[in-house]
């Protein structure tokens, strides 16, 4: 796809529609506001490592969060200032040209390096951001220790001709192109100038997501305020004149720039390097944002460049003198990867005694590994919580999974550069990622990263849109489809192994999209199968009454579990379910009904009932299931085919707008000829007790599912 569907993907953004916020991958330690001739600009400081690097603001089009993929990291080793730039976000909008010039944004910055206790620093500037933070390093260089710029919008050489033809403030008898760029038009259409403007800043194929964010943040000012900006900028200096300033700046500089960038082109970035002394980075393929599409890249950059204390490993071991290590990365959302993950690294232990595994993972996920006794690497302290975020998206039994993975998109990168840390580190023979996407997604977008064996496992394959999320939502499912298409055909070596959890026909009969695959052919051609993995023999009839008997289970009583998973988001369904009790109670007097709130669910936060048992976080749940009568849960593959291979009735619940619960584990579990399906805006109280009371007893014959998926 080209930037043509860029343009779609940012055209398809509906007019007063602001993207809500997202969950940050890491809060400020420190906030607040400094005040310069009335006018006051929000700031943020982070972490307390040395040397400090201030991130400066780029134009006000946009506002700080747009180094939300820097912060993380860089915060991990360095001190990290970032700061509004006036005319956006929490920072004031004075009125006029004058108020935005590129000397009063250097001003600014001084009065926040002041505010902040900030004696020197590194400054790191986008785009407008360069001439501020030149300013800065040539009038003040006891303040700045160096400067990296990144697509620099400086006149030190020819910019596109095509931007040049039109004037700002002159109404134009075109709004074609760049005529886009005019304070007339965006009083008439701000919202086309800022799809036009950032389809343009993202020229890389699939960067939907990083428009939409630029979009949402450009909506948080107005077209009358961008327009003092620009013009406020049109009154820097001539060429000459900041040809004399460059050559003022003694500090180490480095430039960034992208060579396919259609705002600023790279003899700009080029310039500016030669005029400050100082070196150039070409990012070939890249944009004029490149710290949003290509963050792990400049991360590395950014680091190297500007240094930091960096103690070296304190031992080595020669290669032939190092135990078989594993580092295995289970994805957080849910305790299914859990279950699964522990049962392969059981597996793999017979085959390799001596292997030692590591986990990054984190809560819930490490609640299971402690059970287990598993080693939880101290890395994983440092991951940004990923169920922290689901749960967040969450409303009342309603999940959007896929525009909630999307907006993780912060959190992911900085997840990934926790990972790449740790691996470059210490060293490793084997990486296992179980749907682990960042893990996946930037080592194909970083190839030169991958230091090891890699083995990518998941139970699902293509993203779906859900039946109500329209054009807009068929066409980005599409797009991220299409990316991950091309990335494993470009580079197939970053994947050693590909498993799906599951059989063929567990596959949906879908395509990945308009003029794409059928992701079942697509599958079989690039995974090996391992069957469902449950890690456990299934129970017969002649052991379920031995295994109720250990668990205190009566034969005169009727045993329904309800679990909902291991995050918090299934909260709804265990209070509804909980409602239906007295009800379901009536219509079968032996009723023992025992509701598991899982370890992000506090038991005390719900409702209690009488005759009703409320439980903890329970580490055998599966035990419980194989010897229940009935279970109400909710939609998640690994308790569904647990009860399945079990045999044994239950109801689910998919949460509403979850593609993968709602399309991919239910045709798995069609498919097996298992549970039954309800509506939860459609299930009051009554209905889920009469359905409780139906299914109780019911007899069951699923299709069998094989107990060899970790040992295959």
């Not at 890249?286 to 950014?302: E, T």
């Not at 059970?371 to 890395?379: C, F, T």
């Not at 994983?380 to 998109?409: K, P, V, W, Y």
Request: proline content about 6%.
């Amino acid at each position: 796809m080209t930037t043509t569907s860029n343009e779609r993907a940012a055209g398809a953004i509906l007019a007063g529609r602001r993207p809500r916020a997202q969950t940050r991958a890491r809060d400020p330690d420190l906030s607040g506001y400094a005040e310069r001739d009335g006018v006051r600009v929000f700031y943020e400081v982070y972490g307390d490592g040395d040397p400090t690097v201030l991130l400066l603001p780029t134009w006000s089009i946009i506002h700080s969060r747009f180094w939300k993929a820097q912060i993380p990291y860089l915060a991990r080793h360095l001190r990290v200032v970032t700061f509004d730039g006036r005319g956006n976000g929490r920072s004031d909008r004075p009125i006029g040209g004058e108020a935005y010039t590129p000397d009063e944004f250097a001003a600014d910055t001084l009065m926040v390096m002041d505010a902040t206790a900030t004696e020197r620093s590194a400054l790191v500037a986008l785009s407008c951001g360069a001439l501020w933070a030149t300013i800065v390093a040539a009038d003040h260089p006891e303040r700045v220790d160096s400067v990296l710029y990144i697509s620099p919008a400086v006149g030190l050489a020819p910019g596109h001709p095509e931007r040049a033809v039109h004037a700002f403030d002159e109404s134009l008898a075109t709004d074609e192109g760049w005529a886009k760029y005019n304070s007339h038009y965006w009083q008439r259409d701000y919202l086309g100038f800022l799809e036009f403007f950032f389809a343009k800043c993202f020229s890389e194929p699939h960067s939907s997501k990083q428009i939409e964010d630029c979009i949402g943040w450009a909506l948080e000012t107005d077209p009358e305020t961008l327009a003092d900006t620009s013009r406020g900028i049109g009154l820097a200096c001539s060429t000459e004149s900041f040809r004399e300033i460059c050559a003022r700046v003694r500090c180490p500089t480095l430039v960034i720039h992208g060579d396919a960038d259609e705002v600023r082109p790279l003899r700009q970035g080029a310039a500016l390097a030669e005029a400050t002394g100082g070196e150039l980075v070409t990012l070939e393929g890249a944009g004029h944002i490149p710290n949003a599409r290509d963050p792990v890249k400049v991360n590395l950059l950014l680091r190297e460049f500007i240094g930091g204390r960096h103690a070296p490993s304190a031992t080595w071991s020669r290669a032939r003198t190092r135990g078989r290590r594993v580092l295995y990365v289970s994805s957080p959302i849910g305790l299914g990867h859990a279950r699964r993950d522990i049962a392969i690294a059981d597996e793999l232990r017979k085959l390799h005694p001596e292997l030692e595994i590591d986990w990054l993972a984190q809560h819930p996920v490490t609640t299971m590994l402690e059970a287990h006794g598993e080693r939880i690497h101290p890395a994983s302290r440092q991951l940004a919580n990923e169920s922290g975020h689901m749960e967040s998206e969450s409303a009342e039994h309603d999940l959007h999974a896929f525009q909630a993975i999307r907006r993780m998109d912060e959190l992911l990168i900085a997840n990934f550069m926790v990972f790449h840390e740790l691996v470059t580190a210490e060293q490793y023979d084997l990486w296992i990622g179980d749907e682990a996407w960042e893990v996946d997604y930037y080592l194909h977008e970083n190839p030169e990263l991958k230091t090891a064996a890699y083995v990518w496992l998941t139970d699902f394959v293509g993203w779906l849109p859900m039946p109500d999320g329209g054009a807009r939502e068929q066409f980005v499912c599409a797009d991220y489809n299409a990316e991950m298409i091309e990335q494993i055909a470009r580079y197939p070596r970053v994947r050693d192994r590909a498993v799906f959890v599951g059989e063929p026909d567990d596959i949906v009969p879908e395509r990945f999209g308009p003029g794409l695959p059928a992701i079942r052919e697509w599958t079989e051609q690039h995974y090996s199968f391992a069957g469902h993995v449950t890690g456990f023999e299934p129970v017969t009839s002649a052991e379920r009454a031995a295994l109720r008997a250990e668990l205190g289970y009566h034969d005169d009583e009727r045993v329904c579990i309800v679990t909902v998973g291991g995050s918090g988001v299934g909260g709804s369904l265990l209070r509804r379910v909980i409602a239906s009790f007295p009800e379901a109670k009536r219509l079968v007097p032996e009723l023992r009904m025992i509701a598991v709130a899982g370890p992000r669910v506090d038991p005390e936060s719900l409702p209690g009932c009488d005759g009703l048992e409320i439980r903890a976080y329970v580490s055998d749940l599966y035990r419980h299931l194989a010897a229940c009568d009935h279970a109400v849960v909710q939609g998640g593959l690994t308790t569904g085919m647990e009860l399945t291979a079990n045999q044994r009735p239950f109801i689910y619940f998919p949460l509403a707008h979850h593609f993968e619960q709602s399309l991919h584990v239910h045709h798995r579990l069609r498919r097996h000829g298992a549970g039954r399906r309800m509506e939860f805006d459609r299930s009051p109280p009554e209905a889920i007790a009469e359905a409780i009371a139906s299914e109780l007893g019911r007899p069951v014959d699923y299709r069998k599912v094989a107990p060899d998926g970790a040992a295959r």
